[in-house]
């Protein structure tokens, strides 16, 4: 049943899965091309190209996560109600099989990196990280895929309470705003969310294909 | 052409006041409220030195160092305090005297300060660490020893002497990784004479050609030329940028030339770079090495780093190029944080397979 799933399900995101594909190698190999003379000269490029990574991954996250519910959705579920399965077990293989486009999505990261790094006469104290930044693209391709999995998967009540949770913050923040206090609670809540621990810290910082 | 409009008659609004200039007497009311606004400022510091002034105080004791601190709140700063004088006493040794009859103030939360006759006042975090205490003490008896030290090895430091190390020496090390290929790159690789001429300790008989390799020195024309082209230069170092490395010598050259001091300042390896030199000299010195180093008004960098090292500069370029190389620039992607972007991207799924109704709709 798992394989049936994904092979839908490829079926159904097989251009965006090859576009997707494209961007993540070409990447690395535009990051690396006729690279500067300086190391500092190399390290700007890279961190430059670099950025492009995690908007890489957001939208591969977006896009996967999205085209797993589209087909249920559009049938409200009528495919998924005739199978002799719980609910939870179906989300599961769907989730599985979003996951392992991902991890496809990664691989050819992976590769693209691999191939881009591979050869270069790069200056003394300078190293290729291909697999760290991988391995970050990856997991942060799944953490996106998994947000918007779930987001997805919600009833439209379930949409509405979250959307009503955000307006309440945003009110929330101005109220504290117009009362002078000096608390900034979406800031705070950004901070938190990008820190060490939280969902989005491997977003931040530079994502170095090469470095010191 | 509502836009248009209005921007006509915003230049016609403008343009007029524009043509004024300033207007003397407006001039002369914003001078006189700003003096109303220093003399009140000045009332309000006065009454703030008076009020603290009336705080019952204590003095905890630095090392030779005399440290004034809110009586309340002593107890927050005697162990950083303690520390730091550990720090002074073995850095100065038998030069500790220097700082003896020495006060300092600290105050939480507020500024630092060091009107003329007065006790110096540095600013303290609200509620401070130990290594707050000791960084911030350190950070006021470095300076002071650094203002000590020769001409030339204050000019060749750049800075005051820096007492986070663990910061530092991954400062030096990206510090020698970018540097502009030449004696830098050559010092990385392990070539010891090369790291005195990249760090400013040696001086070279053409500093261009020790200093850069040939598409480095175009890299180092081209960052200095914006604040120097003078008549013919500018030709010289336009010529070297197009790739004609004999105008990239002769341009820096005439740099050189025209300013000896450069010679030292634009060596390869920067403040970051030395101040490590420095500390690595102290480490290997011991006690009484920052006295040491700072002893002769009249040393240059290299005799003043091997009198504060007890060693010839050759053993402390060799240690200092050890400790370098081993200081990694801190990763963000520590196993730590992917573990956590596991777990939350679980907890999201996980979430997706709680509900019990399909959207419909």
């Known amino acids: 049943m798992f394989r049936q799933i994904l092979f839908t399900q490829w079926r159904w995101g097989a251009p ?12 690395p190999v535009g990051a690396l091309s006729t690279l500067p003379v300086t190391p500092s000269g190399i390290l700007d490029r890279v961190a430059f190209w670099g950025w492009l990574y995690p908007m890489l991954a957001v939208l591969t996250g977006l896009l996967i996560g999205t085209s797993t519910w589209a087909a249920d959705h559009r049938g409200n579920h009528v495919y998924a109600l005739t199978l002799p399965v719980p609910r939870w077990y179906y989300a599961l293989l769907r989730y599985g099989a979003g996951v392992v486009l991902t991890v496809a999505v990664g691989v050819v990261a992976w590769i693209g990196a691999l191939f881009a790094t591979s050869g270069l006469d790069l200056p003394t ?88 | 052409m509502r836009t248009i409009a209005f921007l006509v008659a915003l230049v016609v609004v403008i343009e007029p006041a524009a043509a004024q200039g300033p207007d003397v007497n407006a001039l002369r009311q914003r001078t006189e409220r700003l003096r109303a606004l ?33 009586r309340s709140r002593a107890h927050q700063v005697r162990e950083g305090a303690e520390q730091a004088g550990e720090t002074i006493q073995s850095l100065l040794g038998d030069d500790a005297y220097l700082l003896e009859g020495r ?65 530092i020496f991954r400062a030096a090390h990206v510090d020698l990784v970018t540097a502009l290929p030449g004696a830098a790159s050559r010092c990385l690789a392990g070539a010891l004479t090369d790291c005195g001429i990249a760090l400013g300790l040696e001086a070279p008989t053409s500093p261009p050609h020790a200093y850069w390799d ?45 300013n000896a001091g450069l010679v030292r300042q634009l060596a ?44 010839p500069i050759e053993q402390v370029l060799a240690t200092w ?41």
């Open chain 2, 38 to 70: 220093t003399r009140a400022a000045e009332r309000v510091e006065s009454e703030a030195r008076r009020r603290e002034a009336q705080v019952p105080k204590d003095t905890i004791l630095a090392g030779p160092l005399r440290v004034i601190v809110e």
């Open chain 2, 103 to 167: 006060y300092l103030q600290l105050a939480f939360g507020i500024g630092t300060s060091s009107g003329a006759g007065q006790i110096p006042v540095v600013g303290l975090p609200g509620n401070p660490s130990a290594d707050d205490v000791r960084r911030t003490i350190m950070g006021w008896v470095g300076p002071l020893l650094a203002s000590r030290a020769s001409a030339e090895l204050r000019a060749w430091t750049g800075i005051p002497i820096e007492v986070d190390s663990v910061r």
């Open chain 1, 125 to 212: 104290g300078l190293q290729t990280f291909a697999g760290a930044v991988a391995v970050r693209f990856l997991l942060t391709s799944v953490l996106v895929y998994s947000v918007v999995f779930a987001m997805a998967s919600g009833t439209n009540r379930t949409a509405g309470w979250i959307l009503a949770s955000l307006g309440g913050l945003i009110l929330a923040e101005f109220l504290v705003d117009a009362f002078g206090s000096e608390v900034n609670i979406l800031e705070t809540l950004a901070i938190l969310a990008g820190s060490a621990g939280g969902p989005f810290a491997l977003f931040s910082g530079t994502w170095m294909l090469v470095a010191i």
């Open chain 2, 268 to 311: 390869p390896l920067g403040t970051a770079s030395r101040q490590t030199v420095l500390l690595v000299a102290m480490r290997l010195g011991g006690s009484g090495a920052l006295g040491r180093l700072v002893s002769d008004p009249s040393a240059n960098p290299r005799r003043a780093i091997e009198a504060a090292a007890g060693q």
């Open chain 1, 16 to 27: 965006l899965m090859v576009l997707l594909g494209i961007l993540a190698i070409a990447i």
């Open chain 2, 321 to 361: 190029h050890g400790t370098v190389t081993a200081a990694n620039p801190e990763r963000r992607t520590t196993p730590g944080a992917r573990l956590a972007t596991l777990f939350w991207s679980l907890i999201f799924g996980a979430m997706a397979l709680g509900g019990t109704r399909w959207r419909v709709g």
């Open chain 2, 214 to 258: 040939e598409h480095a020195r175009r890299e180092a024309v081209r960052r200095l030329a914006p604040s120097w082209t003078q008549g013919s230069l500018e030709q010289v170092s336009v010529a070297c940028l197009d790739g004609d490395d004999p105008s990239c010598i002769a341009y820096l050259d005439a740099r050189f030339a025209a």
